[in-house]
């Protein structure tokens, strides 16, 4: 999925252009689970004249590269109307989605056929931003997408969201996960794709995916090592075991470990993806794999499924490497292929 692009800013336009299309493929492959819920925005503090208007969009720089995190501030006829943070150069993304906080533009005054400009502070500088499209005019009740251009002074530069993805191969894939809010990065703005992920991190990217919520963590108690699951991952582990997803491993004396803080490997990320594509979703029944006898008997079945659906590739060389490490970078391409199909068959 997604392959090398020319540049930096061709990769923002392609990922730009495509992220309605595939947010919406996520929300049909979770069946809407979410659909009507309403926003999680607080109430405004003053009472507004009529309905505010709503914006949501990227925050980039000119070379088309996404700004960390700051807020994004409108402003009409000089009146601070409206304000909410962004981070990894979006706000009020993904649009589509249930829970995520828009941008509330409104007034103790009637703001119809006024204009509206934006500003962008970051680390404590705020800078007047370019929106896209040129002109935005109030209107209430409005939903609109308005994305927005920050060109600091040519002394000054802006922090950059995962800036460690410009020359990924499969940024596009990894784009893709990060604006559905599927993946999110480290504070340090990067989003490291070769680490290794861990079982309590992928779980915690399939809860999300699948729209699958928290569960009591009590279930944990199921595994002998449900104490060491972290807190924040708690609620998305007992979800997904649930669901069914993730069983554990069995012990000598009859209990069961579900070893959180272990990196994924491929066999396992085979075993989670073939539990949520039936058998007739094969689309190549031929391929072979030369490393066949490698393949714990518990995942075979699941390999050759999750390969021959087309959710994973095996190596150039022919082998899957079964016990490899899956980085953050495949679990996003993985769980992508995996959501695109969902939808596909949903539809």
């Not at 309605?20 to 999680?40: D, K, M, P």
């Not at 995520?100 to 007047?128: C, H, I, M, N, P």
């Not at 290794?196 to 999300?208: C, D, H, P, S, W």
């Not at 924040?232 to 491993?249: E, I, M, N």
Request: with cysteine; aromatic share 8%; charged share 20%.
């Amino acid at each position: 999925m997604g392959s090398l692009l020319g540049s930096a800013k061709e990769m923002r336009q392609n990922r730009t252009g495509t992220r309605v299309r595939w947010t919406a493929l996520v929300i049909t492959a979770v069946f809407l689970a979410c659909t009507g819920a309403a926003w999680a925005q607080a109430p405004p503090a003053e009472i507004p004249a009529g309905f505010p208007a709503i914006y949501y969009g990227t925050v980039e720089t000119p070379a088309g590269m996404p700004v960390a995190s700051g807020q994004v501030k409108a402003y009409v006829y000089g009146e601070l109307c409206g304000e909410l943070p962004f981070t990894n150069g979006g706000y009020g993304l993904p649009a589509e989605m249930p829970y995520v906080k828009r941008l509330l533009v409104f007034s103790r005054e009637d703001l119809t056929g006024r204009e509206v400009t934006f500003r962008v502070a970051v680390e404590g500088r705020e800078y007047q931003a370019r929106a896209v499209p040129e002109r935005v005019i109030w209107q209430s009740k409005e939903k609109r997408r308005v994305d927005l251009v920050v060109q600091p002074p040519p002394d000054e530069s802006l922090p950059l969201a995962f800036s460690d993805l410009q020359d990924l191969r499969d940024a596009e894939a990894v784009w893709r996960l990060i604006d559905a809010g599927l993946m999110t990065g480290y504070p340090d703005h990067t989003f490291r794709s070769a680490a290794a992920i861990t079982r309590a991190e992928f779980a915690a990217v399939m809860a999300r995916a699948l729209a699958l919520g928290h569960r009591n963590p009590e279930a944990l108690r199921a595994f002998s090592d449900g104490a060491a699951v972290p807190a924040w991952a708690q609620g998305s582990v007992a979800a997904v075991v649930r669901r069914g997803l993730f069983a554990g491993y069995p012990g000598p004396a009859g209990e069961r470990t579900f070893r959180p803080v272990r990196p994924l490997t491929r066999a396992e990320l085979a075993a989670v993806l073939s539990r949520l594509v039936p058998p007739e979703a094969v689309t190549d029944p031929t391929v072979r794999l030369a490393d066949e006898a490698e393949i714990p008997p518990w995942a075979q079945s699941a390999v050759r499924l999750a390969v021959e659906a087309g959710l994973l590739k095996p190596y150039a060389d022919g082998t899957f490497r079964p016990n490899e490490a899956v980085s953050r970078a495949g679990a996003a391409i993985a769980v992508g292929a995996l959501l695109e199909r969902l939808a596909k068959e949903g539809a």
